[in-house]
């Protein structure tokens, strides 16, 4: 929701946080605004019909839609990240789950870090994304300064290869995935481009010792492109070191990957799509079971191919569901958003089709397993 002069959003909430969370994320609210490059955050707002959310400022770009990014803004937003967790760990504060829907930029190219705290995590919790989350915030719902720093990995890895660490792979269940998580590292950057020292600094940052993780990222980045500037002082707001603006052609046309539907790219402008390929993914290693706590789950129950319409059908909670269509050879489209769990998608009968079924609640977005028809191989 935006307010006519688009300076800022209104980030709507499932709930009302009581009096005395609220006054908990008040506070702590207060100190993120002391944090160099973090989105100002205006204040809370209860709207006409009750629902309750936060007023924070606007930027017209994310990192979501824009990775993969050249080496040297992927620098530049490494020093510009790691200057802001330094600067709010120093505070005692954590920000509790960094991803690339959490890396924002503002109209200058200026990178900031939004939604940041653990009031608010813990007034509305969601289980972990096992595709960002470091292992012991997937197996123990640890959230500290060191789960941050592996969120600065993911989020480096994803701006330099256009894919989280542990991305979901085809046919893989959600007990699979978080059990590859706990029981694999993350892969290496393969970009023949990027510098070896910042691939070993991400790797690093991903490792899943906590205690192997770097304590000064910024120094790790000084030996790759030498000292840029003092360090920032916290408890002051300072200009931090800028990613170059976005150009104004969407990135994601670089990917073959355009969502159809106006909607659709408001609501899932962060999502991964689908891609055809010949070969499937590897599959997932043998690792001891654990118990971790599940995210909710959209399961396709039925795709029926009437040759010029597919009706698809799924099981899932109540969300805001987009139907996402990729044929093979043609950019991707989406369905009109709905809560009802079954559409009907136009097709073309020669050609192979994927299809993945994403819902949100306002605040996180949720993914089925890609479904095939005509033989056809999906992947994200």
Not at 73 to 79: E, F, I, Q, Y
Not at 330 to 345: C, G, V
């Amino acid at each position: 929701m935006v307010t006519p002069g688009m300076d800022t959003n209104l980030k709507l909430f499932p709930g009302t946080p009581d009096r005395r969370a609220r006054s908990a994320w008040e506070r702590e609210n207060g100190r993120w605004a002391r944090v160099p490059g973090t989105r100002v955050v205006h204040g809370f707002e209860v709207t006409g019909d009750g629902r309750f959310g936060v007023r924070v400022e606007r930027c017209p770009r994310a990192l979501a839609d824009a990775a993969p990014l050249p080496v040297p803004d992927v620098l530049a937003l490494a020093r510009a990240l790691a200057t802001t967790l330094a600067a709010a760990h120093a505070a005692g504060l954590v920000h509790g789950g960094p991803t690339a829907d959490d890396v924002l930029f503002r109209g200058t190219g200026e990178p900031v870090l939004a939604d940041g705290g653990l009031v608010p995590r813990e007034a509305f919790p969601v289980a972990p994304e096992a595709a960002w989350a470091a292992p012991e915030t997937v197996r123990d719902a640890v959230r500290d300064a060191r789960t941050d720093l592996y969120g600065l990995g993911a989020v480096l890895f994803f701006a330099l290869t256009g894919q989280p660490p542990h991305p979901a792979r085809l046919g893989e269940t959600a007990e699979e995935h978080v059990l590859r998580v706990l029981g694999e590292p993350a892969p290496e950057v393969d970009r023949p481009d990027v510098p070896l020292g910042l691939a070993k600094l991400v790797r690093a940052l991903l490792d899943p010792d906590p205690a192997a993780r770097p304590d000064d990222v910024r120094a790790e980045l000084d030996k790759i492109t030498g000292p840029v500037g003092p360090p920032a002082p916290s408890g002051r707001r300072v200009q931090v070191a800028e990613a170059k603006p976005l150009p104004d052609t969407d990135r994601r046309d670089r990917l073959g990957l355009v969502l159809g539907v106006a909607a659709a790219l408001a609501l899932f402008a962060a999502a991964p799509f689908l891609l055809l390929r010949d070969d499937p993914p590897a599959p997932s290693p043998q690792v001891p079971a654990v118990s971790a706590p599940q995210a909710p789950r959209i399961e396709v129950t039925e795709v029926r191919d009437d040759g010029d319409h597919v009706t698809i059908t799924w099981t899932g909670p109540d969300l805001d569901y987009v139907v996402i269509t990729a044929p093979e050879g043609k950019p991707n489209s989406a369905s009109a958003e709905s809560r009802d769990r079954t559409a009907r998608i136009a097709v073309e009968p020669n050609l192979k089709y994927c299809f993945e079924v994403h819902g949100t609640d306002g605040r996180t977005t949720h993914r089925s397993a890609p479904h095939p028809i005509r033989a056809a191989k999906c992947t994200r």
